[in-house]
C-alpha cells in the first residue's frame, strides 16, 4: 500500500468529467469490499450479525465522505481507523480505511492507541488484533468483547410433604368412604423439616468494552408457603413444624392442625390414655387399652380388646375392629368408622360405616350404613335412630339379629349417655380399605413391595380437621313420643332368619328369607316391602 488507490488512478491532471466517472466507480467497488466483508464477519461471528450490519452502512457513509474530500481537497490522507460499538456496548469493531492522496500508512501501534483513545478500555482483543490488522484495508474485525452480566440464582422452595387438603373425617353417607384407598393423612413431629428453603444468591456485575458496570439483575427470593403452627428457622433455610400434628395445605400454605400422635402400636398401656384433641395412632390398639380424646382420632392399624372414645369426633380405624366379647367399646360423638367390625360394642352419635357387623351390638342415633364390600351384618343386635342399610342379613349357618330402628334408642336414659359420649369418632378417608384389607389378608405371603407400601400407609396421611356438616340426623329428645310416625327403615337385598324388628311399639319376628326388603311401619303394622 505504497501508492494509494486514489493515486493510482487520479492526477491532478484529471478531467472534472472524468473525476466524476472515477469517483462514483471507485467507492461502488469499496463498497462491495466493504459488503464482502461484513458478509465475512458475520459468517464468523453469527451473533455480532446485527452489529456488522450497522457497522457497514457507518462505514459506507463515512468512507463516501472521506473520498470526496480527498478528491476535491487533493491533500494526502493518511491512512484510517474506524470503530463501532454495538448498541449494548459489549463488542467493538474496526475497519480500517487506506491512505488517499499520497497518504501514510496506518501503524499497528497508532491503531492500538486509537483504540485507546476512543474509550475502548476493557476485554480488548490483544493476541487477536495484529492478524486482523495484518489482512490490511476494507477488513471488518472484533477489537474488544466486554464482560455479561451472570444473572444470580432466585430463592427456591423445596416441598418434603404432599399438598394435601385439610379433610374432614365425617362424612353425610356411607357411599362417599372407600375402604380401599390409603388414608391421606400425613403426622408430623415438632421440628420436623417441611420445607427446604435455598436463599437466592446474587449474580456477577457485567463490563461493557469502556469499563463501564453492567448490574445483574436482583435474585428473587422465594415465596415461603408458612401456615399456622410452623416456623421458619435454620437461618432461614427450612420450614419446620411447630407442634405435633397433621400436615395439611390451606390458601397455598402448609399447616397442622394439632394432634397427639403415638408411633406404632399401642397395647400395654398402664391406666387411661387421655387427649384433649385429636389422637393419632400408627399402629393396634390391644391389651385392654384405655382410651379417650375430645377431638377425632384415627387408628392406622386394627383394635383388638380395648376401650376407645371420642367425646366430641370421630373414630376411624383402618384396619378394622377385631374384638372380644364384652372387652372391646368403642363410643362416638359422631361416626364410627371400619371396615369389619367383629365382637365389639359400639355406640355412635350420627352414623356407623362398615363392611361387615358379625357378633356385635351397635347404638346409633342415625344411620348404619353396610352398603359396600360383604354388605353383611350376621348374630348383632343393632338400635339405630334411623334406619339400617346394607346388602344382606344373616347367613345360611343361621343365628338371630335384632334391629330396632326409626327411634332414640335407650329413651330417654341411654340418649342422654351417648351425647355425652361423642367424642369417641375416628376419622374416614374416602376410598380407602380395598386395597388395605387385600393386602392384610396376605399376612405372611405379603411381598417385600407390599411391606414397604403399608409401611407409607403409616407416614403418608392428612387430617381431616374441619367437621363436615352437623350430625346427620340428630337423637331425638326424650320428649319424642314412641308414638310418632318415623321414616326409620330397615332395607336390604337379602334376608336370611331369624330377624327380630322393632319399630316404636311395633315388633315382628321374620323366620323366612326374603329379597328386596325395604321394612319399615305403616298402617299401625310393619311392612317388608
Known sequence: MKVSLFDRFVSKQTGEQKGKLFFSSHYMRAFSELDTAGGAAKEQYPDDSKTVDDFVWALKDSYRTRYKKALDEQQPMKGEAQ???????????ACLFPPLNNGTELTLNEFLEDIHYEGINYGVLEEAIPQDFALGYLHIFPVARGKPPRPGEDGKVIELFQRRKNMRLEVQSGSQVDFGQDIPLQPIRKGSVICLIRLPKDGTDGVDVTGQKIPSPQAAAAYI???ENTAVERGGRALTASVDGILYIENERFCIHAQKIIDGNLDAFQGKLQVSGNLYIGGDVDGGVVIEASGDIVINGKIGQASVTSTTGTIFVQRGIYGTNGQTQLAAACQVQSPVVEWANIEAGTSVITEAILNSAICCGGTVYVMSGRGLIADSRIQT??????????????????????????????????????ADVQATLDKLWTHITGLRRKSFRMTEEEKALLEQLVVQRDLYTEKRETLAAD??????ALS????????CENLYPVLDVRIGRLSKEIISAEEK???HAEDNQILLK
Open 83 to 93: 470503530f463501532f460499538l454495538s448498541k449494548d456496548r459489549m463488542c467493538a469493531y
Open 225 to 227: 408457603p408458612q401456615g
Open 385 to 422: 335412630g334411623d334406619s339400617i342399610l346394607c346388602l344382606r342379613i344373616g347367613n345360611l349357618a343361621g343365628g338371630r339379629n335384632q334391629f330396632s330402628v326409626g327411634y332414640p334408642p335407650n329413651i330417654p336414659e341411654s340418649w342422654k349417655q351417648m351425647k355425652e359420649e361423642l
Open 475 to 480: 337423637l331425638k329428645t326424650a320428649s319424642m
Open 517 to 519: 326388603c325395604n321394612i
Open 484 to 491: 310418632k310416625r318415623t321414616k326409620g327403615r330397615i332395607r
